[in-house]
């Protein structure tokens, strides 16, 4: 997801500030995820199974062949483990490159820069991406030290932290006391949270909240899944504020997005990518998959076909419903299948001779501005030049939900002037004097940016994610022979480059575990 960590931060500030003033302990810290982790887990009741979802077990690892379709982190992460392990294994990618969502611009939109149309940040809680930047030698621009600071604007006037801490303190109590009722009874509270919208939860509470308040809550909606309130489940405001065992909780990297790769996200790509070629044909979109006897045929959109044992599929989600699945799929899964989609999010990144936002937000900054009588022109920027060499810069001029349709409406240049004119009373003097957009929406083997989940999604798929607890998976995204990974069926990591990275590594040790074969040391 990319992020409303700043302003979850201020949310969570105005909790600290209502426990203080009813002498209350101040919250606990917790790893990212743990609630959303937690409410998966008890929705799907994974206590009481061994293990939900699974592999028939084989004997047979010298003649099990596996297909992976999708070559992004969650694909190459699965090849790379099986390749591993010793199991044939090859993967198939629609495009004509790797990486899916995951592409660095090199040199663009300004010469010797590394800028992210696609997947940029990692949380001080991501392991996986942690774990592959240490085994490759891929260093890591470390955004804590640099002082950033975020800046507000509301129809056109600044608003001052300590402001806006004050502001959010109504709906911050309300939100953890629904957190606190969840808490106490996931199986009756998450299923009437999950129902209500986001838009339908603040319009309750709305006398909690002053129209910039309001206006606020809806942009970290659009940045984070990609869609306008009233299509996204109100639970998910209850996450970034939970409750644990009865105790007011802060998540300690509140999606701090601290890090990023020296070189671009891509180079985790080619690192991955590299030693495994002659295991990978590109140009290959999967159309479907049948049972014959006790193996699986795939075909391919360009002719050609493959037989195999089991599949690992890792496209995006809206991509899962074009594979025709020969009726493999229970019911269940078949909806989850057809149902679940890709947030809309787009990117304007907008070179500048100089870093002039440094004043006013210090290195990795970021600025929001909100329009209270609509969706505005834009959520947010970040300076996504932090770390990097020289005196020009790229700022990260970030659109979700309704605001991508008209971004794609109108020229580029027209929509970021407009832009850096709503944020001029934070940050003046902006004036590009180079941009590239993205187009993820538009991009048919994307089509979309990263998960959304729809009121009643959550609670009603809860059984099929992937779900981890101390390095284990204790419920898997399988539907007979067939496994399914990527950051929408993440636990905890939706919308990150980890949440794939995770699921690819659990994929591939559920393969490995019906073989009866174990994980090669990394």
Same mark, same amino acid.
């Given at each position: 997801?990319?992020?409303?960590?700043?302003?979850?931060?201020?949310?969570?500030?105005?909790?600290?500030?209502?426990?203080?003033?009813?002498?209350?302990?101040?919250?606990?810290? +917790?790893?990212?995820?743990?609630?959303?982790? @937690?409410?998966?887990?008890?929705?799907?009741?994974?206590?009481?199974?061994?293990?939900?979802?699974?592999?028939?077990?084989?004997?047979?690892?010298?003649?099990?062949?596996?297909?992976?379709?999708?070559?992004? !982190?969650?694909?190459?992460?699965? +090849?790379?483990?099986?390749?591993?392990?010793?199991?044939?294994?090859?993967?198939?990618?629609?495009?004509?490159?790797?990486?899916?969502?995951? !592409?660095?611009?090199?040199?663009?939109?300004?010469?010797?820069?590394?800028?992210?149309?696609?997947?940029?940040?990692?949380?001080?809680?991501?392991?996986?991406?942690?774990?592959?930047?240490?085994?490759?030698?891929?260093?890591?621009?470390?955004?804590?030290?640099?002082?950033?600071?975020?800046?507000?604007?509301?129809?056109? =006037?600044?608003?001052?932290?300590?402001?806006?801490?004050?502001?959010?303190?109504?709906? #911050?109590?309300?939100?953890?006391?629904?957190?606190?009722?969840?808490?106490?009874?996931?199986?009756?509270?998450?299923?009437?949270?999950?129902?209500?919208?986001?838009?339908?939860?603040?319009?309750?509470?709305?006398? *909690?909240?002053?129209?910039?308040?309001?206006? !606020? !809550?809806? #942009?970290?909606?659009?940045?984070?899944?990609?869609?306008?309130?009233?299509?996204?489940?109100?639970?998910?405001?209850?996450?970034?504020?939970? /409750?644990?065992?009865?105790?007011?909780?802060?998540?300690?990297?509140?999606?701090?997005?601290?890090?990023?790769?020296?070189?671009?996200?891509?180079?985790?790509?080619?690192?991955?990518?590299?030693? +495994?070629?002659?295991?990978?044909?590109?140009?290959?979109?999967?159309?479907?998959?049948?049972? @014959?006897?006790?193996?699986?045929? *795939?075909?391919?959109?360009?002719?050609?076909?493959?037989?195999?044992?089991?599949?690992?599929?890792?496209?995006?989600?809206?991509?899962?419903?074009?594979?025709?699945?020969?009726?493999? +799929?229970?019911?269940?899964?078949?909806?989850?299948?057809?149902?679940?989609?890709?947030?809309?999010?787009?990117?304007?990144?907008?070179?500048?001779?100089?870093?002039?936002?440094?004043?006013?937000?210090?290195?990795?900054?970021?600025?929001?501005?909100?329009?209270?009588?609509?969706?505005?022109?834009?959520?947010?920027?970040?300076? #996504?030049?932090?770390?990097?060499?020289?005196?020009?810069?790229?700022?990260?001029?970030?659109?979700?939900?309704?605001? /991508?349709?008209?971004?794609?409406?109108?020229?580029?240049?027209?929509?970021?002037?407009?832009?850096?004119?709503?944020?001029?009373?934070?940050?003046?003097?902006?004036?590009?004097?180079?941009?590239? =957009?993205?187009?993820?929406?538009?991009?048919?083997?994307? @089509?979309?940016?990263?998960?959304?989940?729809?009121?009643?999604?959550?609670?009603?798929?809860?059984?099929?994610?992937?779900?981890?607890?101390?390095?284990?998976?204790?419920?898997?995204?399988?539907?007979?022979?067939?496994?399914?990974?990527?950051?929408?069926?993440?636990?905890?990591?939706?919308?990150?480059?980890?949440?794939?990275?995770?699921?690819?590594?659990?994929?591939?040790?559920?393969?490995?575990?019906?073989? @009866?074969?174990?994980?090669?040391?990394?």
């Amino acid at each position: 997801m990319r992020g409303s960590g700043p302003l979850w931060g201020l949310l969570n500030a105005a909790r600290r500030a209502n426990l203080a003033g009813e002498g209350a302990e101040p919250p606990i810290l +917790l790893p990212e995820g743990i609630t959303r982790r @937690r409410v998966l887990a008890a929705l799907g009741a994974t206590a009481a199974l061994p293990l939900a979802g699974c592999f028939a077990p084989s004997s047979d690892k010298a003649g099990t062949r596996v297909a992976i379709i999708g070559g992004g !982190l969650a694909g190459l992460v699965a +090849l790379d483990a099986l390749t591993a392990a010793g199991v044939e294994a090859h993967l198939y990618e629609a495009r004509g490159r790797l990486g899916g969502r995951v !592409l660095t611009a090199n040199n663009l939109p300004e010469p010797g820069l590394n800028i992210e149309d696609g997947g940029n940040l990692i949380n001080t809680d991501h392991d996986d991406m942690l774990a592959l930047a240490k085994r490759f030698g891929i260093a890591l621009i470390d955004r804590k030290p640099m002082a950033a600071h975020s800046r507000y604007v509301a129809d056109g =006037r600044l608003l001052g932290d300590s402001e806006l801490i004050e502001d959010l303190r109504a709906i #911050a109590a309300q939100i953890a006391k629904d957190a606190a009722a969840l808490d106490a009874d996931y199986d009756s509270v998450a299923p009437k949270l999950d129902a209500m919208s986001v838009t339908a939860y603040l319009d309750q509470h709305a006398a *909690l909240m002053k129209p910039h308040v309001r206006a !606020l !809550l809806d #942009a970290t909606i659009r940045t984070e899944f990609g869609a306008e309130p009233g299509d996204a489940s109100a639970i998910e405001l209850l996450f970034n504020l939970p /409750v644990v065992d009865g105790k007011q909780a802060e998540l300690i990297s509140l999606s701090d997005e601290r890090f990023i790769l020296t070189g671009g996200s891509s180079s985790v790509v080619r690192a991955l990518s590299e030693p +495994l070629m002659a295991k990978i044909s590109t140009g290959h979109a999967l159309v479907s998959i049948a049972q @014959r006897d006790d193996a699986l045929d *795939l075909k391919f959109a360009n002719g050609k076909g493959d037989r195999v044992d089991r599949v690992i599929v890792t496209v995006p989600a809206p991509l899962m419903r074009t594979i025709d699945y020969g009726g493999l +799929l229970p019911k269940e899964w078949a909806a989850l299948v057809a149902e679940i989609d890709s947030g809309r999010n787009d990117k304007i990144n907008a070179g500048y001779a100089k870093r002039v936002w440094e004043e006013k937000t210090g290195p990795a900054g970021a600025a929001w501005a909100v329009d209270t009588k609509g969706p505005g022109i834009f959520s947010e920027f970040w300076d #996504a030049s932090s770390g990097q060499p020289g005196e020009a810069g790229v700022l990260t001029w970030f659109f979700g939900g309704d605001q /991508v349709d008209a971004l794609h409406a109108a020229e580029p240049d027209d929509v970021l002037g407009r832009a850096e004119t709503a944020v001029a009373p934070a940050v003046p003097g902006l004036k590009a004097r180079s941009l590239r =957009r993205t187009a993820w929406v538009k991009d048919p083997f994307s @089509r979309g940016a990263y998960s959304t989940f729809k009121p009643g999604q959550l609670t009603r798929f809860a059984p099929h994610f992937w779900l981890e607890e101390d390095g284990k998976a204790t419920q898997q995204a399988v539907a007979g022979p067939i496994a399914f990974a990527g950051e929408h069926l993440s636990d905890a990591f939706p919308g990150y480059m980890n949440g794939g990275a995770q699921t690819g590594r659990l994929a591939a040790e559920a393969v490995l575990a019906s073989l @009866r074969v174990k994980a090669a040391a990394t």
